[in-house]
Each structure stands twice: as structure tokens, then as C-alpha cells.
């Protein structure tokens, strides 16, 4: 019977330990009562632009350098969202690909000149190992992030 208990109580120790390793809060931690789908913000981002918004996605990329950023996957296929903070403010774990994100902060716009835009879709398709024609890019374009405040990310 002693074994038995014994038993019980190291799996329930292990239980209580694994459902508090499921979750990592960074900064404030993210409202998780009010997310706004990612595909309505990139829809309509001038809505939400310099305010305070939630989102959830998957993390589909960390930063490899610092874990300075994390891409999440919108609610709509092929649409993502860049949560970037300053190197150190938060790292992100390089292993949290493929789980869930919730992240609350201000959405910012950076503008991008022609030159700058190439240079950048020359970078995303470096790291798809994927062509790309430069020629292709006739103006700038406007890229959208969330600079958080708090991020939460659950297995």
C-alpha cells in the first residue's frame, strides 16, 4: 500500500510540474481574454495601429540570433504577424516552434522605400531558398509588427 501512495504521489508531483512547464509568461504576460484575430488587424491594420491589441497565432519562426522576434500564423492561411521586441527585453526559446502565442502590445507600420522593400523580399526569399527578381518590386511596401508588452506561450 506504501508503494502504491508512493506511487501516486510522484506522478501526481510530475503532472503539477509538466501543466507548469506548459506555459511561459514574458514581460506582463498576454491578455488573454481579448484577442483580436491577426487576419482582422492585417486587414484593416490602420484601425489598430499604436494601440493596445492582443493576438494568437502558432510560432512558426524565432530569431536564430537572440530570440528577439517570434512570426506567428494567423487564423487565415498564408498571413502571419511579427512580434519583435528589442534584443534582451524578452527571449523567446528557439524550441517554441510549433506551439501556441498569445502576445498584447502596439501594433507599429514600418515603411519601407523600393530599395528597402528588395532588399527585404530578397532576404525572405534567401531564407525559403527561393528565387527572387527584383524587378518584380515597383514601389515600397509597409510592413506590420506587434511590439509587445507581454507575451504568453502555451505547448
Known sequence: MKTIMKSITIMTVFICL?????TQTFGTGADMKHVTP???ILTSPD??????VTVK???I???KKR???VKLASDQQF?????KVRDGDMVFPFNSKG??????GQLTAIELDKNRTIAYLENLAKEAKEPFDASSVKEGMTIYQLTPIGVTIVD
Open 18 to 22: 509538466s501543466s507548469m512547464a506548459a
Open 99 to 104: 506551439k501556441t502565442a498569445y502576445a498584447t
Open 38 to 40: 491577426i487576419s482582422k
Open 67 to 69: 530570440g528577439c522576434w
Open 61 to 63: 519562426g524565432v530569431c
Open 57 to 59: 497565432g502558432t510560432i
Open 47 to 52: 484601425q489598430f495601429l499604436d494601440k493596445s
Open 79 to 83: 498571413q502571419t504577424l511579427r512580434i
